[in-house]
């Protein structure tokens, strides 16, 4: 008897069992390989095939792949002679093509974009890079008619001192109904391209290229109405600087464009130009927001403090804030501000109308001259009583003492938890740098229960009142004096392996020491 279960046994852990799979399934193992391992033609020899080495390990395995079109569907401009095996394998299956426009590719047939063309009503996503003016023009010039399957295209031109291309008239509106995801680099803004709404759009990406692109002088105002034709977004990315002639004059911007679905949005800019775009957007309060410019007018600040403002007034209170500067050349400091709401519920779109969890945040992203009059100015609009959360980094080259930042930092007067490992910080909450006569008025967090300094030094040197310090003492000092009043209780997480330990021993408030392995 036990002879028989050991051959049996050993029947059953010999046996291939990919034998008796089903072909459907063996097919839908292959698309998740494809996926992985896709064609690769610039690697080496045994590994240019990728998923299709998989399917020569046996006639039934070959059989099962040659008779599934959906998996021949992925193309490339560096496929050479497999180009075509592939076409004709996928059948009538939609297509999905994607790669570089390298005309110096020995791989590279010229016949690829006029194939393209030829077979456009079958592209379901064309994501194609490196387009030169001529390419571009081939390809756009041949794709006429509707294509009705087309639902993601990707448009990159190689354009560094040359007029940048731009979509045909109406292509959008008329030739790409159907179209929900578009990302458009080094390519005209396309306001002609869509002189209607497209309803179906999702995501559009835009980024107009680099600063020796030479580009159709497109009006503030084409821009916005184009936009407006974009209603059901939900995400926006524009990366983009117009001339200073292109951008408004005066408070009155124009059409002012809003959505009820944007989930993020995302503004990038070389001058104002991005203040003037978000002042010019209406997005939901859920909404995540990033904008950011390397260049920030005297000017715009008013119009930049009052689109914040008016945001804050139809958003959630925020729970977090993060202040972050450092000096990027003399009499230029980068800044970056961070708001943060709390958890809010939002209803998804699945069919049970599930409910999701959505965390809205702001980032502003700027360099200024002088990032304290920017912070009061900022900090000064902001509902500080709700912010429990902050974190804050006062980088190199900022030559500020305790005292300046400690009266940027008083009106958090809710603050429980702090992130920071800048020792002008840690020096403005040290007990023995203001007078013991009244804490609570002139004390940075009076509320604060738990301080990470993760990624700080404990021999660090800092200063306050004209007197050298080292990180550790002013963070025992302070330690010891919070949780010596009584009225509250101050945790201090700290990173192991970086110096503590030995410090930390000798504390008499050590127990409330938190160690975590790394930085987060």
Same mark, same amino acid.
């Not at 020569?56 to 569907?73: E, I, V």
């Given at each position: ?19 008796? @799979? #089903?072909?459907?399934? /063996?097919? +839908? &193992?292959?698309?998740? =390989?494809? %996926? ?5 033609? *610039? ?123 731009? @979509? #045909?008239?109406?292509? /959008?509106? +008329? &030739?790409?109904?159907? =179209?929900? %995801? ?5 390519? *005209? ?332």
């Amino acid at each position: 008897m036990t002879e028989n279960t050991n051959i049996m046994l050993l029947d059953f852990r010999t046996r291939d069992w990919t034998t008796i @799979l #089903p072909l459907e399934l /063996l097919a +839908h &193992i292959f698309s998740f =390989l494809a %996926e992985v391992y896709p064609l690769n033609f *610039d690697a080496d020899l045994d590994l240019r095939l990728g998923w299709v080495t998989v399917t020569h390990t046996c006639r039934r395995w070959r059989t099962a792949a040659l008779l599934t079109p959906t998996l021949w569907t992925r193309l490339s401009p560096a496929m050479g002679p497999a180009y075509d095996v592939f076409l004709k394998r996928s059948k009538g299956a939609l297509l999905t093509i994607e790669g570089r426009i390298d005309t110096s590719d020995l791989l590279y047939d010229p016949m690829f974009l006029p194939s393209i063309c030829q077979h456009r009503h079958r592209i379901q996503e064309l994501s194609l890079s490196k387009l030169s003016p001529q390419s571009f023009a081939q390809l756009f010039n041949g794709l006429i008619d509707t294509l009705p399957n087309l639902v993601t295209m990707s448009i990159l031109t190689c354009q560094y001192d040359f007029p940048v291309p731009r @979509l #045909p008239s109406a292509f /959008l509106s +008329h &030739i790409t109904p159907h =179209l929900r %995801e578009l990302r458009l680099s080094a390519v *005209d803004f396309p306001c002609e391209a869509l002189p209607s709404s497209l309803p179906s759009l999702r995501t559009f990406l835009f980024d107009d290229g680099p600063p020796t692109a030479q580009r159709v002088a497109t009006s503030f105002s084409d821009i916005t109405l184009t936009l407006s034709k974009m209603p059901a977004l939900r995400t926006l990315r524009l990366v983009m600087t117009l001339s200073e002639s292109q951008l408004p004059i005066g408070a009155h911007l124009g059409e002012v464009v809003s959505w009820s679905d944007i989930e993020v949005l995302v503004i990038e800019s070389r001058n104002d130009t991005a203040w003037y775009l978000w002042s010019c957007l209406r997005v939901p309060s859920s909404a995540h927001i990033h904008v950011r410019s390397t260049q920030l007018s005297a000017g715009v600040v008013t119009l930049m403090i009052s689109t914040l403002q008016s945001h804050l007034a139809l958003s959630p209170l925020p729970h977090f804030l993060g202040l972050f500067t450092h000096s990027v050349s003399r009499g230029v400091e980068n800044m970056n501000f961070r708001l943060r709401g709390r958890h809010v519920e939002r209803l998804g779109e699945c069919e049970q109308k599930c409910s999701t969890r959505v965390q809205p945040s702001l980032e502003l992203g700027l360099c200024t001259g002088s990032a304290e009059a920017l912070w009061k100015r900022l900090l000064a609009v902001l509902p500080v009583k709700s912010i429990q959360e902050l974190r804050v980094d006062v980088g190199s080259g900022i030559n500020w003492d305790y005292e300046k930042v400690r009266e940027l930092l008083l009106p958090l007067r809710s603050v429980t938890h702090l992130q920071t490992d800048s020792g002008v910080v840690y020096a403005a909450l040290e007990p023995s740098s203001f007078p013991e006569t009244k804490p609570k008025d002139i004390s940075l967090f009076p509320a604060l229960t738990k301080l990470r300094a993760v990624s700080s030094s404990p021999t660090t040197y800092i200063m306050f009142s004209r007197i050298s310090a080292q990180v550790k003492d002013a963070l025992r000092r302070t330690l010891e004096h919070r949780n010596s009043l009584g009225s509250g209780h101050l945790e201090l997480v700290l990173r192991r392996n970086r110096g503590w330990e030995e410090h930390v021993d000798q504390w008499r408030f050590r127990e409330v020491v938190e160690w975590v392995e790394r930085a987060e």
